[in-house]
């Protein structure tokens, strides 16, 4: 079964520091890998995508992605943190053709400390 | 360029009724998926249109049911409301791919449903 697994439920870090979100995909094909951004009583807004091609994704508001398919990772990074970067963070699959659907992780909430 | 519009944005039902939601999706997109985001969850793929035809459809029951239209827009119903069914429904467009693929979704707002 496929299956996204996010560690860390909230993570907090201080304005101007490294953030990190984790996203593991459990796959048997190769997947298509998003990261999703959700401000409060908002959807979600696309922050990256992997489909294939370049394997360091880099997305908007400085946030970038690496798929590493030996440790079937693809985490989240932007190098300087900003008061704005504060919402939930939801990384998710889409798989082989004739699966439309994405599967998603139980997302991460960040906190961003002045 | 209007993206994704859901209505409404907020309703509350009472357990038992039924409850329609509404999504236009973005221009040039012409497939609408539907999702449902309970809280402190991601969100759970409910089915997708095409074509004015369900396409795929996730683990929910038969009371879920939608509708598209040839504008593209999308109705989702919801029958016999439980407790249970309070959440985000988020509807998602985008455009026909001839590999199947997704390559990405333009997300609506939501509608916060509540069921007492």
């Known amino acids: 079964a496929q299956s996204v697994t996010q560690l860390g439920s909230h993570v907090s870090v201080s304005e101007g520091a490294l953030v990190l979100l984790r996203c593991n995909y459990s796959?048997?094909?190769?997947?298509?890998l998003f990261w999703y951004v959700q401000y409060p009583n908002q959807g979600l807004q696309l922050l990256l995508k992997?489909?294939?091609?370049?394997?360091l994704v880099k997305g908007i508001n400085g946030f970038e992605a690496e798929f590493k398919k030996s440790e079937t990772s693809f985490h989240l990074t932007k190098p300087s943190a900003h008061m704005s970067d504060a919402a939930e963070y939801f990384c998710?699959?889409?798989?082989?053709?004739?699966?439309?659907?994405?599967?998603f992780g139980t997302g991460t909430r960040l906190k961003v400390l002045a | 360029d209007a993206g994704v519009t859901q209505s409404p944005t907020h309703l509350i039902k009472t357990r038992g009724q039924q409850v329609t939601l509404r999504c236009s999706p973005k221009?040039?997109?012409?497939?609408v998926s539907w999702y449902q985001q309970a809280l402190g969850q991601g969100p759970q793929f409910i089915f997708q249109?095409?074509?004015?035809?369900?396409?795929q459809r996730g683990n929910f029951p038969d009371r879920f049911s939608g509708h598209q239209f040839p504008n593209y827009s999308s109705e989702l119903n919801v029958n016999a409301l439980l407790l249970g069914d309070s959440a985000l429904y988020l509807c998602?467009?985008?455009?026909?791919?001839?590999?199947?693929?997704?390559?990405?979704?333009?997300f609506g707002s939501g509608t916060r449903l509540t069921v007492v």
């Open positions: 992997y489909t294939s091609a370049a394997t």
């Open positions: 998710a699959v889409s798989l082989l053709s004739g699966t439309y659907k994405y599967i």
């Open positions: 796959s048997s094909v190769p997947p298509y």
């Open positions: 221009s040039g997109h012409d497939t």
């Open positions: 998602a467009s985008s455009p026909f791919s001839a590999d199947g693929r997704n390559y990405g979704y333009t």
């Open positions: 249109y095409y074509e004015e035809e369900e396409r």
